[in-house]
T-cell receptor, first 112, second 113 residues
C-alpha cells in the first residue's frame, strides 16, 4: 500500500461547480502538506502549503488538513476551464526527511 | 533566474547510451531535489542536496544513476547505460532553505529507445 493515496479520476465538472479533491496518508510523521497543479507537459506548480492541521484559504482555493484522520482536501470554488489539470497532493515529515511524497494525482476536467 | 530551469526539455537516447540532465535552481536556493515522474503517476523522490552536499540519495533506483552539485548551484543528473525503464520525466525542484516547500522546473522528458 502506498504512503499517500489519491483517487486518479478523471473528475469532470461543469464550469462554476465546487470541486473537492482528497488524499489520505498513512505516515503520522507527515507535518507539511502541499497541493500542486500540473498542466500537461509542464512541471508541478505549487498551489497551497499548510503546516500541521487546519484550514488555509487563498482566493478560490481552500486547503484542509485533518491529521487525526490522516486526510487532506483541496476545494476549488467557482471552477473555471483553466483549472483543468492534474492535481497532486504532496507531503513531508520535514526536518531530517525533506523529500516530498506525492499522491498519484487527480485529473480534473472543467467543462465550459 | 526567475524559476527553476532544466535542459534539455526532451532527450531521446538509445539503450545503453549515457545521458546528462541539467538543473539550474532559483538563485539563492540552498536545497535542490531530483524527482522521477512516470506517465500517469506522481513524482518520486530520487535525491536531495543542501548546497553542494548530497544529503539523501535513497531514491536513486540503481548505481547507474548519479547526481552532483559541485558548487552548490547547478546540478547534473547522470544516467549511465540507459534502459527502457528509465524513460520518464525527470523533475528538478529547489527551495530556499530547509523547508520542504519546493518549486519545480518544467522537467526533462527522457525516452530510451
Amino acid at each position: 500500500q502506498k504512503e499517500v493515496e489519491q483517487d486518479p479520476g478523471p473528475l469532470s465538472v461543469p464550469e462554476g461547480a465546487i470541486v473537492s479533491l482528497n488524499c489520505t496518508y498513512s505516515n503520522s510523521a507527515f507535518q507539511y502538506f502541499m497541493w500542486y497543479r500540473q498542466y500537461s507537459r509542464k512541471g508541478p506548480e505549487l498551489l497551497m502549503y499548510t503546516y500541521s492541521s487546519g484550514n488555509k484559504e487563498d482566493g478560490r482555493f481552500t486547503a484542509q488538513v485533518d491529521k487525526s484522520s490522516k486526510y487532506i482536501s483541496l476545494f476549488i470554488r467557482d471552477s473555471q476551464p483553466s483549472d483543468s489539470a492534474t492535481y497532486l497532493c504532496a507531503m513531508s515529515a520535514g526536518a531530517g526527511r525533506r523529500a516530498l511524497t506525492f499522491g498519484s494525482g487527480t485529473r480534473l476536467q472543467v467543462q465550459p | 533566474g526567475a524559476g527553476v530551469s532544466q535542459s534539455p526539455r526532451y532527450k531521446v537516447a538509445k539503450r545503453g547510451q549515457d545521458v546528462a540532465l541539467r538543473c539550474d535552481p532559483i538563485s539563492g536556493h540552498v536545497s535542490l531535489f531530483w524527482y522521477q515522474q512516470a506517465l500517469g503517476q506522481g513524482p518520486e523522490f530520487l535525491t536531495y542536496f543542501q548546497n553542494e552536499a548530497q544529503l539523501d540519495k535513497s531514491g536513486l533506483p540503481s548505481d547507474r544513476f548519479f547526481a552532483e552539485r559541485p558548487e552548490g548551484s547547478v546540478s547534473t543528473l547522470k544516467i549511465q547505460r540507459t534502459q527502457q525503464e528509465d524513460s520518464a520525466v525527470y523533475l528538478c525542484a529547489s527551495s530556499l532553505g530547509g523547508e520542504p516547500l519546493a518549486f519545480f522546473g518544467q522537467g526533462t522528458r527522457l525516452t530510451v529507445v
